[in-house]
């Protein structure tokens, strides 16, 4: 009576597939993300239109190194940690022209 003995890389491959689909179906494009809204957060400038994670719209009055302080409403401004910022809807080079 022979039994045949399968290879153990046999047995990591679907494993290490699994891995491969995961890496490019949610890890790379979340990294992608990441580093584009990384550029969007060093680019905040005064007089930005911007919108908060938590749906507050708002212009841009001063950017500091972690946070943000907006306009919300005349003679209302509120401070925002910069990662709360998730859309710049206007930038102020678009509105000059």
């Keep these: 009576m022979g039994t045949q003995t399968v290879n153990p890389i046999l047995n990591l491959l679907p494993l290490a597939m699994i ?3 995961f890496y490019f179906m949610l890890i790379r494009p979340q990294r992608i993300r990441d580093k584009e809204h990384q550029k969007l957060l060093a680019s905040l400038s005064k007089n930005d239109e911007v919108i908060t994670s938590g749906g507050i719209h708002g212009t841009v009055v ?3 190194d972690t ?3 907006l306009r919300v409403d005349e003679n209302v401004k509120m401070e925002f940690e910069k990662n709360c910022i998730s ?3 206007k930038k102020e ?4 022209q």
């Design 93 to 96: 080079q678009q509105k000059n």
């Design 62 to 64: 001063n950017v500091k």
């Design 67 to 69: 946070s943000v302080v």
């Design 19 to 21: 891995f491969v689909v």
């Design 87 to 89: 859309v710049v809807t």
